[in-house]
């Protein structure tokens, strides 16, 4: 299976961003799927995570009501819709998947990763 992160840039705060995360191979590997972030100097932590055949989906606080995951199984792509960024989300985010059914927050319990694509939010 191989990740492939896209849609970072340059975006000022209040703004929306789109990024898309393409899956290859053997997509029934990949039933939960999820994004996490990384800030320089900071660990990397969860953003938000889909159960793609049952649609559920979890989010931490500091994204909950900005950013919305989905997935369009006909394009076996990912996408993260960061609705209102603000400075603080500047990270790398990096689309991750790994088989079963339980969505997991942990970035361990995932196998598959991306590259990472950078987003920079503007005050």
């Known amino acids: 299976v191989q990740l492939q992160a896209s849609g970072g840039g340059l975006v000022q705060a209040g703004d929306s961003l789109r990024l898309s995360c393409g899956v290859f191979?053997?997509?029934?590997?990949?039933?939960?799927m999820g994004w996490f972030r990384q800030a320089p100097g900071k660990e990397r932590e969860f953003v938000a995570a889909?159960?793609?055949?049952?649609?559920?989906?979890i989010y931490p606080d500091s994204v909950k009501g900005r950013f919305t995951i989905s997935r369009d199984n006909a394009k076996n792509t990912l996408h993260l819709q960061m609705n209102s960024p603000k400075p603080e989300d500047t990270a790398v985010y990096y689309c991750?998947?790994?088989?079963?059914?339980?969505?997991?927050?942990?970035?361990?319990?995932?196998?598959?990763w991306g590259q990472g694509t950078q987003v920079t939010v503007s005050a």
């Open positions: 889909i159960n793609w055949s049952v649609g559920s989906i």
């Open positions: 191979g053997r997509t029934f590997s990949t039933n939960v």
């Open positions: 991750a998947a790994k088989s079963g059914s339980f969505i997991d927050t942990t970035q361990a319990s995932y196998t598959y």
